[in-house]
């Protein structure tokens, strides 16, 4: 994993100068070594010590091949140590479950095969023995076993034995069947322990490789403020070389090479020595764990299973679908029905139901329960019922007659009931010759017509809420035909929105981690284990402790991460600026006729006011990198960021 080129960039900034020509190293070093050779001639000879100009040429050379070794040793050491944690997760991945175990043992198997057919066929050549060892089948296929053998179970081995003679022949069978079949299961067991114990093994070596990067990835970081004050004074350097720059340098090669500095004895010129060994050093700066054995399996060992048993299954696939043609073609003319069915009887048709009911007009529908036009022959009926009764037997006039209409419709029988009651008196007799039976059927009638009108209540209330129970029929189809369209566009055409706000879960639950471990790195941090660096920068005057070097080491580590994060999923509303597309190491060497530029560091400029997201993200992590701050400043900046970005960056609150 490549660093953030931000990051280096943005921290050498302060350290910087204005360039004008294209810087190199190995140029100015050269030039360097010639400007010293002629002083020391002038002095031999006698005459003139250097000139202004020289003088100044050589302090510029000296500034710009510190401050580009510095840079160049910061950005190789930190991709070293990202690609020794990037490493180091994917075997942790690998080590979380028995069947990535078993996995990566059936991906590695032919390197292994190949590994015990070379070291049979040596052992061969040297000392004939008919019989393989079991130690030298398991080193073979396992080489960590031969550095650490405590790891090999020999034991397991030992165990594998036939019953010998007992007494007791069937008990004794039994139980040694029994325990034959348990060895045979660990010896199955034996070859995933021991993949276990080598991917663990791996893991670990990583993670101590990247402690040493990052322990070196701190030192220099603490380094940067005496850097600084190293290029912003003016003084020259013959005048300051006996101090400042020794120091400098020594402290230089003790964090990136400390065995370099027991190579010093008899040397004239301490600080040009040094400088060209920082020089060497950076160009050689490099970390080979292929070579080591600790990255993870190339891309055709991992591919190879898939790639071998990949094309069998699948013309046996295709074999087996060709013989089940019949079926499978009963199988797609049912689901072409299924799916008709479902368009036509769910989907359209409930459709052009809601379509029409919103077209017609509520005057125009027909009741669903009983017609208008029913209910008005039951009224008539009733109403004719009771003028001929009134008429016959109560000899109502003609407005006495309309008075009754008018009473009837307002649901009143008064005169009908009066005489229903007067024939209830003698049942019999009315029965026969009277009017009880009209009054009954004029009463059922009424009945009748009460019941028309209460279905005419409930028809008026159902046209009122038609569309409703449309909608409720056509929403079930609706809500499947969303979820699968939805389903199916994100796989064929997907979106910004469909990654995820803010990169997607799984990238905000990294950054989340990434940020714990931030936490947890300042709150874990011991100030008795200070390195001399720190502790010169804690006797300047700050006001709390600064964090050990492997600590500001780690917590690069897990910035850089979060800055990546930052850079390629958080918006931003306004272009940054002074991100050009020039290299690191040309930034931090070009070359200024003239003075170093005096530029303080992030955490100090208070002119910088974020306008997005990203911007005042970066800013917090910038404030976390600064080694002017104590660990007590960093774990404010922690609180800062869990409290304004726990739910919009991270996903959760703190």
Not at 212 to 229: F, H, M, N, W, Y
Not at 398 to 412: F, K, M, N, V
Not at 578 to 597: F, L
Request: aromatic share 8%; charged share 25%; glycine share 4%.
């Amino acid at each position: 994993m490549a660093p953030s080129p931000s990051f280096v960039r943005d921290f050498v900034k302060p350290l910087t100068f204005h360039p004008h020509t294209k810087f190199d190293p190995k140029h100015a070093l050269a030039r360097l070594q010639e400007l010293r050779g002629n002083e020391e001639q002038s002095r031999a000879a006698g005459l003139a010590r250097q000139t202004q100009d020289e003088r100044h040429e050589e302090d510029e050379l000296t500034r710009q091949i510190l401050v580009s070794v510095y840079a160049q040793f910061l950005e190789s050491t930190l991709s070293q140590a990202l690609e020794a944690e990037t490493e180091a997760e994917w075997w942790s991945d690998v080590e979380r479950t028995r069947w990535r175990v078993f996995w990566y043992l059936i991906q590695t198997l032919p390197s292994r095969v190949s590994n015990l057919l070379q070291t049979t066929t040596k052992a061969a050549e040297k000392i004939k023995w008919s019989t393989p060892r079991p130690e030298v089948i398991s080193t073979s296929f396992f080489p960590h076993l031969k550095q650490r053998r405590h790891l090999y179970r020999s034991e397991i081995f030992q165990e594998l034995r036939l019953p010998g003679p007992s007494s007791n022949i069937r008990n004794d069978s039994v139980q040694s069947i029994r325990n034959f079949l348990q060895t045979i299961q660990k010896m199955l067991l034996v070859p995933l322990h021991y993949t276990l114990q080598e991917v663990s093994l791996k893991k670990h070596e990583l993670l101590r490789i990247r402690d040493d990067r990052a322990k070196t990835i701190g030192s220099l970081v603490l380094l940067r403020p005496e850097v600084q004050k190293f290029l912003e004074s003016k003084v020259s350097l013959p005048d300051s070389e006996p101090g400042q720059l020794t120091h400098l340098t020594r402290d230089l090669l003790l964090a990136v090479n400390p065995e370099s500095v027991q190579d010093e004895h008899n040397v004239s010129d301490l600080t040009l020595f040094r400088l060209s060994t920082l020089a060497n050093l950076s160009q050689r700066n490099s970390l080979q764990l292929h070579t080591l054995g600790l990255s993870r399996p190339s891309r055709l060992t991992r591919l190879w299973p898939r790639l071998v048993f990949g094309p069998p299954l699948l013309v046996y696939s295709a074999y087996y679908l060709y013989s089940s043609r019949g079926t499978l073609l009963n199988f797609v003319y049912d689901a072409k029905d299924v799916f008709n069915g479902f368009i036509v009887d769910w989907c359209v048709k409930p459709l052009a139901g809601v379509l029409d009911t919103v077209k017609t007009s509520k005057s125009d529908q027909a009741g669903w329960l009983v017609t208008k036009e029913g209910v008005q022959a039951d009224y008539d009926s009733l109403e004719r019922m009771a003028r001929s009764l009134a008429s016959d037997h109560l000899r109502y006039t003609p407005s006495q007659l309309d008075e009754l209409s008018a009473r009837i419709r307002l649901g009143d029988l008064t005169p009908v009931l009066k005489l229903y009651e007067e024939d209830i008196k003698s049942p019999f007799k009315s029965a026969v010759g009277g009017t009880l039976l009209r009054t009954v059927f004029i009463q059922v009638q009424k009945a009748k017509v009460d019941l028309d009108q209460a279905l005419s209540g409930i028809d008026r209330l159902m046209k009122s809420q038609e569309l409703t129970f449309a909608f409720v029929g056509l929403s079930p189809a609706m809500a499947i035909v969303y979820v699968v369209g939805g389903y199916l566009r994100r796989i064929i055409w997907p979106s910004d929105y469909d990654k995820g706000k803010y990169g997607g879960s799984k990238a905000r639950e990294r950054v989340f981690w990434a940020m714990r471990r931030v936490e947890r790195l300042l709150v874990l941090d011991q100030s008795s284990s200070r390195d001399a660096v720190a502790n010169k920068l804690n006797a300047n005057g700050g006001s709390s402790t600064h964090p050990s070097a492997l600590t500001t080491g780690l917590l690069i580590l897990s910035l850089t991460q979060l800055r990546t994060y930052a850079e390629r999923h958080l918006p931003s509303s306004s272009t940054p600026q002074d991100h050009g597309s020039s290299s690191t190491v040309a930034v931090a060497s070009g070359s200024n006729t003239g003075s170093t530029a005096a530029t303080t560091s992030s955490s100090n400029s208070f002119s910088f006011s974020a306008t997005s997201l990203r911007e005042a993200f970066l800013e917090d992590l910038s404030d976390l990198q600064d080694p002017e701050l104590g660990v007590d400043q960093k774990r404010m900046v922690v609180e800062r960021m869990w409290r304004c970005w726990g739910e919009t960056v991270f996903g959760r609150a703190k």
